[in-house]
């Protein structure tokens, strides 16, 4: 079993519940155990890009801490990873890490950092760099490989038409991203190493809209309608994620998108985990769909491959 | 000997700041103490005078150092050079709300305090807080919607304001743990069912004949009565 400090964030630990559920379980089939962080803040969602906002820096470089504690405290050993399943976490604390390489500005945060020793609830050491954040596709890929993912299924997903989406956050830009921008294979070598019949979806790499979601639902009701009509006409049964929050754009964001065109069939989306628990035969309440959290339900088409 | 050194250190006298103003009063003395000693008299700004009822937060700061300070008036004692000022009362924003018609979900906190989501965790709040507690942590499980969380971190809050007043997104940290701890009682903590049922027995009328006996007692049979009583083994 192979340890790994795990930052849960606020999505998976609420609304992307079925993420995180799945997710771990599968991890610890896989032999990975993920450890959570014994504290941790908000990852500090949308990395600021003003090179002097130090203070919007400070959020992800606390959890990075947090994760030097757990190596200081003997709850992981030499351990400088730390594992997300949400891909904001990902991108956030990554973004963060990258950008106190530049010691100038670790040094200006470990100042702040510095004064607050005397206090209860304050860290007691500054960030000493080096800690590398991981989003849980790179544990599938680097640590555990697609083989012994292969291994691991015992009902594979044969005859289910996937398309994957990948968003941004997970490839974009090119010094955070875990594949090729442009062209990312990560998800369909896993789900190909889950028996599924890969659906080409030209949009896997598009803006999902984001948090426009908000105040602006209708710009994301038009690329909703965009994101899912091209894998849909190519037959896709199925939309699978690793974002928490294009899946609530994609799946949730669907009624307005057949309010403005009719045409739009309503198709599930899923987390890539979920499918994982599904294909490996997992204990049900595993698979995450019994909880609510989907606005298209997935289990009549689940049902309907006997894999529910 | 002894007798000199304890005259001394009685004689001793610091020089303190009360609102910009120089007082010299006798060391060991709480600011709030102090003030009195220098002629303020409290009618806001002062309550149980015992570190609970948080009515008296103050902001100092010593000479020599930058650094605001927090403190209880009643608590903290003065110091050389110190320079003091009273916050008797924060106009934070709290919205109103039934408690009958919410229900403990994770997104109540953003409804009704949509300015946790900015928190920065720069951890200002947390020192500010004079008794000691985890404010930025229990804001941050505000934001994910841990209402338990909230509720045990955020306990020991005497609504002080001096969170509120400190936090560079404008959260009123002790407003959002109260609505934690209103929700933990009524939702989400587990029941006591003895007093559930006890409150029936009393509402069957159970004690009303033993009540009424008691009402009807003389005080001196009652007096003895209670010299008598039972008392419960520890």
Sequence with gaps: ?308 | MEIKQKKEKKEEIVRIYIMGREYKVPAGLTIMKAMEYAGYRFIRGCGCRGGFCGGCATVYRVKGDYKLRMALACQKTVEDGMYTSQIPFTPAEKPIYNLEELSPSVNVFLEYYPEIAKCVSCNTCTKACPQDLEVMDYVQAAIRGDIQEVAELSFDCIMCGLCAMRCPTEIVPYNVALLARRLYGKYVMPKAKHVEERIKEIESGKFDEEIRRLKETSMNNLKEMYEKREIEPE
């Design chain 1, 1 to 308: 079993m192979i340890r790994l400090p795990y930052y849960p964030g606020c999505a998976v630990q609420t609304t992307a519940r079925n993420y995180a559920i799945s997710g771990i379980a599968v991890a610890e089939k896989l032999g990975v155990e993920l450890v959570e962080l014994p504290k941790w803040n908000c990852c500090g969602v949308f990395p600021s890009l003003a090179t002097d906002d130090l203070m919007r820096h400070l959020a992800p470089i606390r959890n990075l801490i947090h994760v030097q504690e757990m190596n200081d405290s003997g709850v992981v050993q030499n351990e400088n990873r730390v594992v997300t399943f949400c891909s904001m976490c990902f991108h956030t604390l990554k973004e963060a890490s990258l950008f106190v390489k530049d010691e100038e500005k670790l040094g200006k945060i470990n100042t702040f950092f510095e004064r607050e020793k005397e206090f209860v609830g304050g860290v007691k050491q500054g960030y000493k760099g080096g800690i590398k954040a991981l989003d849980f596709l790179e544990v599938l890929r680097d640590i555990i490989g697609y083989e012994k993912i292969a291994k691991e299924v015992k009902k594979p997903l044969k005859g289910l038409k996937v398309a994957p989406y990948y968003g941004c956050l997970v490839i974009r830009p090119r010094e955070i991203g875990i594949d090729d921008p442009e062209n990312p294979t990560i998800l369909e070598n896993i789900l190909e190493a889950l028996g599924a019949e890969i659906i080409n979806n030209p949009n896997r790499t598009q803006c999902c809209g984001s948090y426009h979601t908000i105040d602006r639902k209708d710009i994301v009701a038009k690329l909703t309608y965009d994101n899912l009509i091209y894998p849909i006409r190519n037959g896709a049964e199925v939309v699978v994620t690793c974002c928490p929050l294009c899946t609530f754009n994609l799946d949730f964001r669907q009624k307005e998108a057949r309010e403005l065109h009719r045409d739009l069939k309503e198709i599930p989306v899923m987390y890539y985990t979920q499918l994982m628990a599904i294909a490996f035969e997992l204990d049900k309440q595993f698979y995450g769909v019994d909880l609510e959290l989907h606005h298209v339900d997935p289990r009549p088409l689940l049902k309907a491959k006997n894999l529910y």
